[in-house]
Nanobody, 124 residues
Framework: QVQLVESGGGLVQAGGSLRLSCAAS????????MGWFRQAPGKEREFVAT????????YYGDSVKGRFTISKDNAKNTVYLQMDSLKPEDTAVYYC?????????????????WGQGTQVTVSS
């Protein structure tokens, strides 16, 4: 079992920045793959970024590439999503997810564990 708790969402103006945090606990987090997804009202859950905890490899969705950065703090068992140059279309509930499989996974069904979500609203 892996427990995930997100924080850091809020309201920001277009062009601004936010940093989301996802604190992981439970089984050895160094063996899992972490991901960030988002879901806007009336839309499907969208892949944002993923990070392999053990080897540190990362991969991003096309809509956020070059603006968002996923990173980790091993000592705190926490994954971050730094979001810069935010746009109104980034408005969504952002979810942290984890899977015990190793690799790059972009589909929600590939992840077993999910956080409760945190709202990000970008005003124009």
């Amino acid at each position: 079992q892996v427990q995930l708790v997100e924080s850091g969402g809020g309201l920001v103006q277009a062009g601004g920045s936010l940093r989301l945090s996802c604190a992981a606990s439970g089984r050895t987090v160094s063996t899992v793959t972490m991901g960030w997804f988002r879901q806007a009202p009336g839309k499907e859950r969208e892949f944002v970024a993923t990070l392999s905890w053990s080897i540190g490899s990362t991969y991003y969705g096309d809509s956020v590439k070059g603006r968002f950065t996923i990173s980790k703090d091993n000592a705190k068992n926490t994954v971050y999503l730094q979001m810069d140059s935010l746009k109104p279309e980034d408005t969504a509930v952002y979810y942290c997810a984890a899977t015990e499989k190793s690799g790059i996974y972009v589909l929600p069904r590939s992840y077993t564990y999910w956080g409760q979500g945190t709202q990000v609203t970008v005003s124009s």
